[in-house]
């Protein structure tokens, strides 16, 4: 987890600015706190998303002790190529020797950005749309579908209940409290509406279901196209390949493309992989329109 911060690079660095005595080990300390941070922040994702994804989390963690570690130790050693005025003196002050180095360091700090923008990618893995390629994916989908259906039939159930009742009062076990709020006659919506779970949020739920079911369908064919794969389609300097097993539909060139190509690519959605040495983009009705569109423009 943790990689190496060279201390005597530390030291010397903190000599050049400051005159207190250097804390041995403390940007070691600094970095592993930092790491510590990170390695956390792991562990709450993991616990909130499917197992799918934990390979990934640990490989984000890595890049980024990888980087700090290695980032703590270029800004040490920037450090320490030139000292302040305040130790070195006015007199004969290297001026243009301290220009270099407060130009590397602005680059510096641009680079630190990028690798806090790690812990920004650690937040967001597993929490857009499910992978299909998840072994978890159907039991993930399945769920959601059925808490949606619930959730639709609750709030069914309580528009009925309010009209019989005139009230929310002993309904779905909400407090006295909660069902007066949600039937406050002053409460804008309620006033809008005449009813606690109005019409708007009712649809909202009904579109999650359907969007819920068209992707356990995509599931279904995905794993039908897994079960008996589609044969590579050929093109004069290029084929195209159905990878149902990673859920991609890609491109793969005899050559690289030239730029007006690569920008037809890009165009319709399709990226390069350098893993995969394919341009692609996710296996869907919408990634085969777009395929259509780009072949007839490079057969035209």
Known sequence: MYYEINENTARAAHDMMS???YQ???ATAEYRAAVDRAAALVERCKASTSPYYHGKLDALLDRYARRLADWTNAYNRNGASCPSVMIAGAS???VRKKQRQNAREESLWAEYKEIEGILEKIKSVGTGPVDLTDPHAREILTGDLEAAQKTLEYCKAGNAYFRKHKTLRGYGGLTDEQADSMTDPEEFGF????????DYELASLRGRIKRVQA??????KLQQMQ???AADEQHDGFKVVRNAEQNRLQLIFDGKPDEQTRQLLKSNGFRWSPRNQAWQRQLTNNAEYALRSVIESITA
């Open 19 to 21: 005159f207190r005595d």
């Open 24 to 26: 041995p080990g403390s």
């Open 92 to 94: 004969n002050f290297p």
């Open 191 to 198: 006033r809008l509406y005449g009813k606690p779970y109005p």
């Open 215 to 220: 992707r356990l369908e995509e599931l279904d």
């Open 227 to 229: 079960a008996q794969p």
